[in-house]
């Protein structure tokens, strides 16, 4: 869409529509009615929705999980700092900022 065609209310909506998680969401919703409507499963109903609500739980937790690692893959290429490094640091601010605070010599043993 060019920015000129674009309209402020429905174009998150449409956006959103687009989403994986989204489709999978509304999917196992409309079946889950379906099946609560469906006379000749009243034996079976309560589990069938559970059913799918928990495949469909899963399949979206496992596309956050995959959208997860594509974030992660991304950012390995940016340099990090070590929690060594940071350690290493802290300790050497430290025994700077205690010696200049000492003012005299270190008294011999």
Not at 15 to 38: C, D, F, G, P
Not at 76 to 101: M, N, Y
């Amino acid at each position: 869409m060019s920015n000129d065609n674009r309209i402020p209310l429905l174009d998150p909506i449409l956006l959103m529509l687009r989403s994986r998680k989204v489709i999978i969401a509304i999917t196992s919703i409309a079946v889950s009615v379906l099946v609560a409507y469906v006379p000749e499963l009243r034996h079976i109903q309560d589990a069938l929705i559970v059913l799918i609500g928990s495949l469909g739980l899963a399949l979206i937790g496992g596309i956050a999980w995959e959208d997860a690692a594509a974030t992660g893959r991304a950012r390995a290429g940016q340099p990090l700092g070590t929690p060594l490094e940071e350690i290493r640091k802290a300790i050497i601010d430290g025994l700077t900022e205690a010696a200049l605070l000492r003012r005299e010599p270190p008294t011999p043993f």
